[in-house]
């Protein structure tokens, strides 16, 4: 079963699988109109990319999510502070949740959609590529 979905861009209908390192992709505006979040099918054909990332519906809005511990408050600060860089320079923004004084979680979707775009994908695999491993317990 191959799984199509919509590029951003180009409004063409791409396989998921076409997409090989998405840390090397952009993310893209996503505040056009009538976009449209991708299906369940593309989202679980990306997962496997992403796979320190639980796919999960939250009361039908589809998000990307994952979590860590961090050695202490500030350490979690300093670990959205690297993500809000990222977040920043491809003006796209996860949620950031930091819970319980060192229990972070990280949420992706997109806003604008109601739901999952390549952009989240892009996100999460740039996220897990970035140098906090010092904040971590
Ligand atoms: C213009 C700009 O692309 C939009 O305002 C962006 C900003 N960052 C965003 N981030 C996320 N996660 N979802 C959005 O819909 C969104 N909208």
Redesign the pocket.
């Known amino acids: 079963m191959m799984f199509h979905h919509k590029d951003q861009l180009s409004g063409h209908s791409v396989p998921a699988k076409c997409i090989t390192d998405l840390s090397a992709e952009k993310?893209?505006?996503?505040?056009r109109k009538g976009l449209s979040p991708m299906t369940e099918g593309s989202a679980n054909a990306l997962k496997p990319k992403v796979p320190e990332w639980e796919l999960l519906s939250d009361g039908g809005v589809m998000k990307l999510r994952r979590k860590w511990k961090v050695k202490n408050f500030l350490s979690g600060l300093e670990l959205f502070k690297i993500v809000a860089d990222l977040?920043e320079s491809e003006?796209?923004?996860?949620?950031l949740h930091l819970v319980g004084w060192n229990n972070v979680t990280i949420e992706?979707?997109?806003?604008?959609?109601g739901g999952l775009?390549q952009?989240?994908f892009i996100?999460a695999a740039k996220i897990d590529k970035l140098p906090f491993e010092s904040h971590l317990k």
């Open positions: 993310c893209v505006p996503c505040n977040a003006g796209h923004h996860p949620d992706i979707w997109t806003h604008a959609c775009t952009n989240d996100l």
